[in-house]
C-alpha cells in the first residue's frame, strides 16, 4: 500500500490549459503539503494543510488553488497554465509537530507537469 | 526569508571514501533538520534526522548539527556507487501551527567505482 499518492504521475498539456492533481495519504496524517520541484531540484512549499485547514500559502500565484475535502486528500488545481508552472509537484504528509519538534515529511512520488 | 544553502556540487568520491556533505540555515529558530536522498526521477527519502547539538550515527551515515553555528553535515562513511543521489538538507521553520520544512537545493553525489 502506497503511504502517499498522487495522480497523475505525469501532464503534458498546452499554456492556458486548466489541470489538476489529486493526492491522497494512508498515515492518518494531520497535515499535508504541495511542495514544487523546478528543473535545478529546488524544493519549495507551496501550501500546508492541516485537518482541511489552509495553513500555508506561500508567495504563489492564485492560479493555484488547493483543496483539501477530508484530512487524507489535498488536491491541487492550476489555472491558465504557464510555461513557467513546468516543474515536478510534490505532495507530503507529516504527523504532528510536537514538543519533539519532528516534522518528518513522508513524499508522493510527484506528479511532472509540462506545459507546452 | 529563511534558508539553507548546501553546495550544489556535483561531489565526487571513490568507492570506499568517505562522502562529507554540508549546509547552512539562516533561521535560528530551527530545531530539526533533516538529510534527504533523492534520486533522479524520484520522490526524496528520509536519510537522517537530528534535533540536538552533536552527532548521531545510523550505519554508514553520520549526521552532525551545531546550532552555534548553524550548520549540519552528513557524513557517508564506505560511499557506494548505489549512494550516487541528490542530497536535500532541511530544516523546519516557521511558528507554532505554521510549521514546514526549508529545503536548500541539494548536492548531487556521484561515487566513482
Same mark, same amino acid.
Given at each position: 500500500d502506497t503511504a502517499v499518492s498522487q495522480t497523475p504521475k505525469y501532464l503534458v498539456t498546452q499554456m492556458g490549459n486548466d489541470k489538476s492533481i489529486k493526492c491522497e495519504q494512508?498515515?492518518?496524517?494531520?497535515t499535508m503539503y504541495w511542495y514544487k520541484q523546478d528543473s535545478k531540484k529546488f524544493l519549495k512549499i507551496m501550501f500546508s494543510y492541516n485537518n482541511k485547514e489552509l495553513i500555508i500559502n506561500e508567495?504563489?500565484?492564485?492560479r493555484f488553488s488547493p483543496k483539501s475535502p477530508d484530512k487524507a486528500h489535498l488536491n491541487l488545481h492550476i489555472n491558465s497554465?504557464?510555461?513557467?508552472?513546468s516543474a515536478v509537484y510534490f505532495c507530503a504528509s507529516s504527523p504532528p509537530w510536537g514538543r519533539s519538534n519532528t516534522g518528518e515529511l513522508f513524499f508522493g512520488e510527484g506528479s511532472r507537469l509540462t506545459v507546452l | 526569508q529563511k534558508e539553507v544553502e548546501q553546495n550544489s556540487g556535483p561531489l565526487s568520491v571513490p568507492e570506499g571514501a568517505i562522502a562529507s556533505l554540508n549546509c547552512t540555515y !539562516?533561521?535560528?529558530? !530551527?530545531q530539526s533538520f533533516f538529510w534527504y536522498r533523492q534520486y533522479s526521477g524520484k520522490s526524496p527519502e528520509l536519510i537522517m534526522s537530528i534535533y540536538s547539538n552533536g552527532d548521531k550515527e545510523d550505519g554508514r551515515f553520520t549526521a552532525q548539527l551545531n546550532k552555534a553555528s548553524q550548520y549540519v553535515s552528513l557524513l557517508i562513511r564506505d560511499s557506494q556507487p548505489s549512494d550516487s543521489a541528490t542530497y536535500l538538507c532541511a530544516a523546519s521553520s516557521g511558528d507554532t501551527g505554521r510549521r514546514a520544512l526549508t529545503f536548500g537545493s541539494g548536492t548531487r553525489l556521484q561515487v566513482q567505482p
Open positions: 494512508n498515515l492518518g496524517h494531520d508567495t504563489v500565484p492564485n497554465l504557464e510555461l513557467g508552472d | !539562516s533561521d535560528r529558530g !530551527s
